[in-house]
């Protein structure tokens, strides 16, 4: 029988906040956003991926940048790239992202911003944003390719926006860039994992692992508890409670990267597991 599987590492965020994204850095570092919603504040933590220990704690775009926000100050997570994390504000009254700031989690410092901008798609030589504006009364976008490691321009798109759609089709997916590998949802009964878990759930495969995260009603009959497995061979190696009473099903918490699992239990709990 297979070796039971049991945690690397654990990570909690500071004052309860909720672990909203995580992302991976090139080598060896992932940064987790946490957010306390009901305050409007948002941090970024960085932590080893050997040990989870905290390599930049608690990171907050307001104590760097003054001014260049916007209105909520609420920044989040846009996307990563080699050695940064780059963090995005909003548009004033709209949910529309706008500004990029690169960070060098080991400076613990912002490298580089370009606030006027919003990102659009990384691609092999670049990173595809573009400048709100308006002519003539009606809104406008002027597309721009930046060097992603010093955000200098290396081509104006302009409003050319064929080309930018053109260019776009070419971006690099979150999971090529990060290595990693996010769920699939199946449906009751299906093939792959359906001899091995009941009701509804999402799955990851991967060569000889098979991970689930099984939905299902709470004893209330109102909330939502969700159970993650882990197989190797067919044989479970690890088991945890996912969540527990959710009013939604508590979907997209979890991916493998290699043979390590990472997944958050509870909204606020990141655990890492290697499975083999």
């Known amino acids: 029988m297979p070796e ?16 909203w994204r995580i992302m991976f850095l090139e080598p060896d570092l992932l940064v987790c ?12 933590t960085c932590l080893s991926l050997a040990s989870g220990k905290e390599i930049l704690k608690d990171f907050s775009l307001s104590d760097h ?6 209105e909520s100050c609420m920044t989040g997570l846009e996307t990563v790239r080699g050695n940064l994390f780059y963090i995005h504000g909003y548009q004033d009254n709209s949910p529309e992202h706008k500004g990029i700031w690169a960070v060098d989690p080991r400076k ?17 030589d670049g990173m595809l944003v573009y400048a709100a504006g308006s002519f003539a009364g009606f809104p ?4 721009f390719l930046l060097d992603f490691k010093s955000g200098e321009v290396l081509e104006t798109i302009g409003d050319d926006a064929a080309k930018a759609n053109k260019m776009r089709m070419g971006a690099l997916s979150d999971e090529a860039l ?7 949802m199946q449906n ?39 159970t993650i497995e882990a197989f190797r061979d067919s044989i479970k190696v690890y088991e945890d409670t996912l969540a527990s009473r959710t009013t939604v099903p508590s ?10 699992l990472y997944y958050i239990r509870g909204m606020n709990e990141l655990i890492s597991v290697r499975l083999q």
Do not use: C
Request: net charge negative; aromatic share 10%; charged share 20%.
């Open 4 to 19: 039971q599987s049991v945690p690397l590492w654990r990570y909690l965020p500071s004052g309860n906040a909720r672990l």
């Open 33 to 44: 956003e946490n957010r306390l919603q009901e305050v409007g504040k948002t941090s970024f």
């Open 65 to 70: 940048v003054q001014g260049m926000i916007g």
């Open 108 to 124: 613990a410092d912002v490298v580089w911003a370009r606030p006027e901008a919003a990102f659009v798609a990384n691609l092999d």
């Open 140 to 143: 406008e976008r002027s597309y």
């Open 178 to 184: 990060q290595k990693i590998e996010l769920p699939v």
């Open 188 to 226: 009751p009964g299906g093939t792959g994992a359906g001899s091995l878990v009941e009701g509804f759930y999402e799955s990851i495969e991967h060569d000889r692992l098979l991970v689930t995260v099984t939905h299902s009603p709470a004893e209330d009959g109102k909330t939502f508890d969700a």
């Open 251 to 260: 979907v997209n918490y979890f991916l493998l990267r290699g043979v390590i």
